[in-house]
């Protein structure tokens, strides 16, 4: 018998694809459900997504964009942690493979510190991988040339070492690929895979879920069974709310199938529904 209480919830942490959104679409009843409830105040919402193929600014667009009223905070991206683990670091000369629009927020976010974004195998100090949808062969060559002159595997073709000491990898998250209408994408765990498979390249961290530290803003804001994450997938929705100790609303309307449930072998959801509006508020 599940012991989610709806009386004690006061704020719903959503996905997006999947969950509010199919690709471009907003999933109608479900997007109600958020406007109805955020309108008359019962509960706050905030939006995590894993997927950095867009800023912030974009998602809030999109989010706008189907009558959603929101604001910046209600946004909860790897691209903050990736902004606050440089800023930790001291970093100031990283390669970022991303999109043109994720590089210029990172840069304008990162500008108070004076960081330097691009390739630049003698300073770079971190490389880092988002889901880059504009990703081309000469990205993925720079980011295994620098971990060939910079953390080895270059003795065999003769490439010269540059001094600095290992360079820093990470990745903005662990998914290996994005729902859409046309079925999964490749997605960051693919593009890893990609690289693994060249030269042995593994990055020191992964953001995103299933990594609590997303959650983080809401946590200083609420207790912990007032929170519940909403999602469609099991191994990194299910497991940041497992992760943070909080409530886990699997909804049916994105990559999990009832069959899936069946097979899966951890704790069961708190609850389960075919679109998030199916969540019984009585
Ligand atoms: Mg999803």
Redesign the pocket.
């Known amino acids: 018998m599940s012991k989610f209480d709806i009386r004690k919830k006061k704020a719903f942490v959503c996905?997006?694809?999947?969950?509010l959104f199919m690709g471009p679409h907003p999933i109608k009843p479900a997007v109600d459900f958020v406007i109805e409830n955020t309108k008359s105040g019962r509960f706050c919402f905030f939006y995590l997504t894993n997927n950095t193929s867009k800023t912030p600014a974009e998602y809030m667009k999109k989010i706008a964009g189907a009558n959603i009223p929101v604001e910046p905070d209600q946004i909860l991206t790897p691209l903050i942690t990736l902004e606050e683990y440089i800023r930790e670091k001291g970093y100031r000369s990283v390669y970022l493979v991303a999109s043109a629009a994720v590089v210029k927020h990172m840069d304008e976010r990162l500008r108070d510190v004076g960081v330097h974004f691009g390739f630049d195998p003698e300073r770079n100090e971190l490389a880092a991988l988002a889901y880059d949808k504009e990703l081309t062969y000469d990205k993925l060559q720079k980011l295994t040339t620098l971990w060939n002159m910079r953390n080895g595997g270059n003795a065999a073709v003769g490439l010269k070492t540059v001094e600095g000491g290992p360079i820093d990898f990470v990745a903005t998250h662990p998914d290996n690929c994005c729902?859409s209408e046309a079925g999964p994408i490749p997605d960051v765990g693919g593009m890893l895979k990609f690289l693994e498979a060249t030269n042995g390249m593994k990055p020191s961290h992964v953001f995103g879920k299933p990594s609590p530290s997303l959650l983080q803003p809401v946590l200083l804001q609420f207790a912990k069974d007032e929170i519940a994450v909403v999602?469609?997938?099991l191994y990194t929705?299910k497991a940041i709310a497992d992760n943070a100790g909080v409530d886990f609303v699997c909804v049916l309307s994105?990559?999990t199938t009832p069959a899936d449930l069946e097979k899966y072998t951890g704790t069961p959801p708190a609850i389960i529904v075919e679109t998030f509006d199916q969540v019984d508020c009585q």
Do not use: A, I, N, S
């Not at 996905?15 to 969950?19: A, F, H, I, N, V």
């Open positions: 996905d997006l694809d999947g969950t729902p999602g469609d997938r929705d994105g990559e």
